[in-house]
């Protein structure tokens, strides 16, 4: 059993993302330690990119703070390599960056780094499924599982991403960017049921979940939950002092949404 079925395997699960970088390297070293202490099941890394089309202001102002502090892949990937080999971490962590990102790195050079440094899966919203071949060939032969999104808005769409899925599925919960919203209203559970219809992988829910009660509302229909913005709200916060303040938010989500 891969690592990301195992993070589903007994709980909902819960999925902090966090941008790396945003302050610094070893701030996000150490909030992945403390995030997977205080329960994270399953870590997303954003890779900043000076054009996340799918971020809202939130995220996007991570990404500027990460490049003006002078991160780059290469720290990420040693960042990554240093919780696997030396923090012991076990949770799967996947990244969450741009087409652009990988293709500018070289697409067989980037999934194979992710193989030797233990990243299980990556995410790239803004790859249509259509053109998820040209990425998916290269990602399978690394072992690495490109992770696909479903919106409100794939309609007839849902079966056919479901059917080819690996990893987990991503539902976005909300039209739009990434943001916390005062309230969701997807129907969630209308598109969680088609995906259950055509596939055993577990489906996570992200976009616009910010509170213990929305988190727990969405992990009734889906297997797990995905918190970005509000996360990444605390650390531009409180900056190198965010670890604790994230630690403390991450318990608590976790503990909404346990069965």
Do not use: W
């Not at 002078?70 to 990244?95: C, H, T, W, Y």
């Not at 990988?102 to 990243?119: L, P």
């Not at 290269?138 to 080819?164: F, Q, V, W």
């Amino acid at each position: 059993m891969s690592r990301i079925s195992e993070a589903f395997k007994d709980n909902k699960a819960f999925i902090p993302f966090i941008t790396c970088g945003d302050p610094d390297i070893e701030t996000t070293r150490a909030l992945v330690n403390e995030m997977v202490k205080n329960g994270a099941d399953l870590v997303e890394l954003g890779i900043p990119f000076s054009d996340p089309t799918a971020e809202g202001p939130t995220i996007q102002g991570a990404n500027l703070r990460a490049l003006n502090g002078g991160v780059n892949k290469e720290k990420i990937f040693k960042m990554v390599k240093a919780l696997r080999e030396e923090d012991d971490i076990s949770v799967p962590m996947v990244f969450m960056t741009y087409a652009n990102v990988v293709f500018s790195y070289d697409a067989e050079r980037f999934f194979k780094t992710c193989s030797e440094i233990g990243i299980d899966g990556v995410i790239l919203p803004d790859l249509p499924f259509e053109e998820k071949d040209e990425f998916e060939e290269i990602s399978t032969s690394y072992g690495i599982d490109l992770i696909s999104l479903i919106a409100p808005t794939s309609a007839n769409r849902i079966a056919m991403i479901a059917k080819e899925a690996k990893g987990f599925i991503y539902i976005v919960s909300s039209l739009g960017v990434t943001g916390t919203r005062t309230a969701i209203t997807t129907d969630v559970a209308s598109i969680v049921k088609v995906v259950k219809e055509n596939t055993d992988i577990p489906c996570a829910i992200g976009f616009g979940i910010s509170t213990p009660e929305q988190a727990k509302v969405m992990s009734e229909s889906a297997d797990g939950v995905i918190v970005g913005s509000a996360i990444v709200k605390l650390i531009e916060k409180h900056g190198k002092s965010a670890v604790k303040p994230v630690g403390e938010y991450v318990h608590t989500m976790k503990k909404a949404i346990q069965i």
